[in-house]
């Protein structure tokens, strides 16, 4: 691995620990932290190898935040 794909790694995997920080924060009151965590970089495995990483942590992101709405309570979104 040359170093360059080492710093992508590195500035990725940051990238992807904010992104679990972010969806923590959002949905402390659903999930644990470490569920969100896992889920989130679970996800980005499914990009590994991808030669564009640039746009993984959105993706990633979006997938994660989709399935963590859907645990809500069905109480909570119906409520006024």
Do not use: C, W
């Not at 896992?38 to 942590?57: K, L, M």
Request: net charge neutral; glycine share 4%; proline share 2%.
């Amino acid at each position: 691995m040359s170093v360059d794909q080492e710093m992508r790694g590195a500035v990725l995997e940051q990238q992807l620990g904010r992104v679990a920080d972010q969806l923590t924060r959002k949905f402390a009151d659903r999930v644990d932290q470490v569920e969100v965590h896992d889920a989130v970089f679970r996800e980005a495995s499914r990009y590994q190898g991808a030669r564009v990483t640039q746009y993984i942590p959105v993706l990633v992101q979006h997938t994660v935040q989709e399935r963590l709405r859907q645990l809500a309570p069905r109480e909570m979104n119906s409520t006024s």
